[in-house]
């Protein structure tokens, strides 16, 4: 979710360390299967993420639901310029497999299950992961890694920008086991900073090996904004996070970062 978010991840091919003798790759994977208990398997699958940058008319024609769109083939074939527009930035983080978050404070776990992915020139990058962790009520967060359901499916989380399109946040479901029944934890993502206007993100290809571990495609279409007329076109963090006045209602709470909209609170709580 958009209050797990953290600036300034390290540059890195994976997302959570896949090497064997990780920490990471040595915790329980603690899934759920649906909303209301999560169970402990012996360790994660390795994710290979496959993902394609579009640019799109913010006209564009669309069905949204709170993770994917629907677009046009043509916005899908329309890769986003990583060179004459500057360059297209990608940040990942998720739950680590045991379904908490790496700590919200600067200085403190950088670079758990978070990265800075690099772009390359035909606007596509390839990045592996484990399978994260089920997150519920307390986002992972909860002190001393507690949580409560309802649990939610896993998901990594994705943040992407380019010059002249509106910022991108997603969530995208990843795990090799199914998830039954609703996700009762409600909408986590944030509503503006440029998730409406056709820009989301489409799963083009998903396939399982005999030993557990995901190869999937994704395509994130970004929805292409007027420019202001000035020569800097970049939009804050605080402008795309932090829509409300006042950070503390459940709304507000939940749907933002803690880190850039209220990191004073990272002095009193251990997150």
């Given at each position: ?10 540059v890195?091919t994976?997302i959570?360390?896949?090497?064997d003798?990780?920490s990471?790759r ?8 649906w909303?209301?208990t ?6 994660s ?13 913010g ?9 994917t769109t ?6 899908a ?8 527009n ?5 940040e990942?983080w ?8 790496s700590?919200?404070?600067y ?8 990265a ?5 020139s035909d ?14 009520m307390?986002?992972?967060?909860g002190p001393?890694?507690m949580?409560l ?20 946040l997603?969530n995208?479901?990843?795990?090799a ?18 998730n ?8 083009t290809s998903?396939?399982?090996e005999?030993?557990g571990?995901?190869?999937?495609s994704?395509d994130?279409?970004?929805?292409t904004?007027?420019?202001?007329g000035?020569d800097?076109d970049s939009?804050?963090l605080?402008?795309?996070f ?8 459940p ?6 970062p803690?880190?850039i909209?209220?990191p ?6 251990e997150l």
């Amino acid at each position: 979710s958009a209050q797990t978010y953290k600036p300034g991840a390290p540059v890195k091919t994976t997302i959570c360390d896949t090497d064997d003798d990780s920490s990471e790759r040595n915790t329980k994977h603690r899934l759920a299967r649906w909303p209301l208990t999560r169970r402990s398997y012996p360790s994660s699958p390795v994710i290979t993420i496959a993902g394609r940058i579009r640019s799109c008319d913010g006209s564009s024609s669309s069905s949204s639901s709170s993770t994917t769109t629907t677009t046009t083939d043509t916005c899908a074939s329309n890769p986003a310029d990583n060179r004459n527009n500057g360059p297209i930035t990608v940040e990942a983080w998720q739950a680590r497999p045991d379904g908490t978050y790496s700590s919200l404070r600067y200085g403190v776990e950088e670079g758990q299950c978070r990265a800075a992915i690099e772009v390359g020139s035909d606007s596509s990058f390839h990045v592996e992961t484990l399978v994260p962790g089920s997150v519920g009520m307390f986002s992972g967060i909860g002190p001393h890694g507690m949580d409560l359901p309802p649990y939610g499916p896993p998901v990594v989380n994705f943040f992407i920008q380019s010059q002249g399109h509106a910022p991108l946040l997603v969530n995208i479901p990843v795990s090799a086991k199914s998830f039954y029944g609703p996700d009762l934890r409600g909408p986590v993502l944030v509503s503006s900073g440029g998730n409406g206007g056709g820009a989301s993100a489409q799963i083009t290809s998903w396939n399982a090996e005999k030993n557990g571990d995901i190869s999937i495609s994704i395509d994130f279409f970004l929805a292409t904004r007027p420019s202001d007329g000035g020569d800097d076109d970049s939009v804050s963090l605080s402008d795309v996070f932090c829509p409300s006045w006042f950070h503390g209602s459940p709304t507000s709470f939940f749907a933002e970062p803690i880190s850039i909209c209220a990191p004073s609170l990272l002095d009193f709580f251990e997150l």
